[in-house]
């Protein structure tokens, strides 16, 4: 498979990697190692204990403020180790920590670790260390907590009908999320650790022996491959994965649905969860995708065959409505019929400036306002951008800086753009550069940009399926879901572009 990305190298990695600092046998040793390496941080916590053995021996636990269960670490670890007399327990010096491991603390997961630096990795991730005088062994005490977000409705993808569920910036519920809508022994998690700062925990998810391993094994190595100091959110992870990061279209699909990407996962997709964020990714990701919602296979075939021609004309409309009325208007007037040329010759005569630079003006602010929408606080955020084109729409009329037609124009390609949100910034991007070409060369100058366009997603790849699957390469079989949706009863075989050979 080639590949057409590329990862960017940090400053570290230049630098000759230091050895693996280890636990040692002085108590006071790894303290001032701890103190020194977090900077007596005010958050790191430090608490002396003196066990109840025949040597009286010094221990300390460490661990983070504010992301540990602190009542948890109370009444499971503080109070077993001091409350129990260890003089009446026959145990071997050499087997305390064992002992502590196996009979004393009150824990779930309880690990023991002569790494320091894994020691510190899992203190800042809210787990709580127990450094004991005279050995050179720690023990990891499982006590995360963190504060998060509730499971809630995702806003970017609001349904009608269907599961109202959405993801939330905890990896760990985003994963059993997943795994309750798939109750399958084969749905297989793997972790990575990505970031050379941040140390962002990611996991991959897919099932075994539906999902292509060729692809599992590239997403492993991609992943493996990525050398940054900072991963915030899936959007970094995106970025250097896809096969085409120059592209325009993204090739990595996202979504904040767990049902949605349940069902990529039973089709043979593989996901990408990070942690700090509720957008799961999935490859492969064809442009098909972005016409298809969850609620198309929660009611009848016929309505959800009229909504996806819809959307069809949606995407089109969206695209080429501007660049359209910007070339009929400047270069083919034969192509308008006479009564609507008049009317428009009549809009048009108050207007200074030409219909490119007209329609230019119109879009721009068109997209300020959206962009203020959505950047402002949400209770005045829509009024601000519904009241700001009204105004401003018949102002602009009013004033002569805009003719009538091109507010309509512009209206229609923003009504039929919020429907094939999807694929959003690429339609915005694709809109301006056929506008450009239409005010400058008229149709022939639209249809060299089509065809440019099309050449370009033909040529594009996701994890080494054609993005374009199954129109280019043609599959005649996947085209039941694709413009239309059958009945469910014929969708009963995975899509042959993601699977393995043999399925």
């Known amino acids: 498979m080639r590949r057409h990305w590329k990862v960017r190298k940090n400053n570290q990695s230049q630098q000759p990697k230091q050895k693996n600092q280890t636990v040692k046998t002085v108590l006071e040793d790894n303290r001032s190692t701890l103190k020194s390496i977090f900077k007596n941080s005010v958050d790191i916590q430090f608490r002396d204990l003196q066990l109840k053995d025949k040597k009286n021996t010094e221990s300390f636990i460490c661990y983070t403020e504010g992301i540990v269960r602190e009542e948890f670490i109370h009444d499971n670890v503080l109070e077993p180790l001091l409350g129990i007399d260890l003089l009446e327990e026959e145990i071997n010096d050499h087997s305390l920590v064992s002992y502590m491991d196996s009979n004393i ?56 009908r269907g599961s109202r569920e959405g993801f939330n910036e905890v990896i760990t519920t985003n994963t059993s999320l997943i795994r309750r809508k798939i109750n399958n022994p084969h749905l297989i998690f793997e972790e990575f650790i990505i970031g050379g700062n941040t140390k962002t925990p990611v996991r991959i998810g897919y099932i075994d022996g539906i999902a292509k391993q060729e692809t599992v094994d590239e997403l492993r190595k991609r992943l493996e491959s990525i050398e940054t100091d900072v991963v915030l959110e ?55 995708e972005s016409m298809q919602v969850p609620e198309d296979y929660y009611t009848k075939f016929q309505f959800t065959s009229l909504i996806r021609f819809i959307r069809m004309i949606a995407l089109f409309l969206t695209v080429a409505t501007p660049a359209v009325f910007v070339a009929a208007a400047t270069f083919h007037h034969e192509m308008v019929p ?26 721009v602010i068109f997209e300020l306002l959206r962009e203020a929408g959505v950047r402002m606080p949400r209770p005045i955020g829509s009024a601000v951008s519904i009241v700001g084109a009204l105004v401003i729409g018949e102002a602009a009329v009013q004033a002569g800086l805009v003719g009538a037609p091109m507010v309509i124009v512009v209206a229609l390609t923003a009504i039929t753009g919020f429907v094939v949100t999807a694929i959003n910034n690429a339609v915005i991007l694709v809109r301006f550069f ?70």
């Open 434 to 503: 056929l506008m450009l070409l239409a005010g400058t060369f008229g149709f022939y100058g639209l249809l060299l940009g089509t065809m440019f366009i099309v050449a370009h997603l033909c040529s594009l790849r996701s994890f080494g399926v054609p993005y374009l699957t199954p129109f280019a390469p043609a599959v005649l079989k996947e085209w039941r879901d694709t413009f239309v949706r059958t009945p469910l009863k014929s969708l009963q075989s995975k899509p042959r572009s993601v699977l393995r050979k043999k399925y």
């Open 234 to 288: 899936s959007g970094y992870l995106e970025q250097y994965i896809e096969d085409h990061p120059k592209s325009i279209f993204q090739t990595v699909g996202n979504s904040e649905k767990p049902d949605k990407v349940a069902a990529k996962l039973l089709e043979g997709r593989v996901a990408i969860l990070c942690d700090g964020t509720p957008f799961v990714l999935t490859i492969p990701y064809l442009f098909i």
């Open 105 to 160: 603390i009150k824990a779930s997961s309880v690990d023991k670790t002569s790494n320091l630096d894994h020691v510190i990795e899992k203190i800042l991730r809210g787990q709580t260390a127990i450094f004991i005088d005279g050995f050179d062994s720690a023990l990891l005490i499982s006590t995360e907590s963190y504060e998060s977000r509730g499971v809630e409705e995702p806003n970017t993808e609001s349904t009608v």
């Open 338 to 363: 006479a009564l609507l040329l008049t009317t428009m010759a009549a809009a048009e005569e108050r207007v200074p400036f030409p219909i490119l630079l007209e329609a230019l003006i119109m879009t």
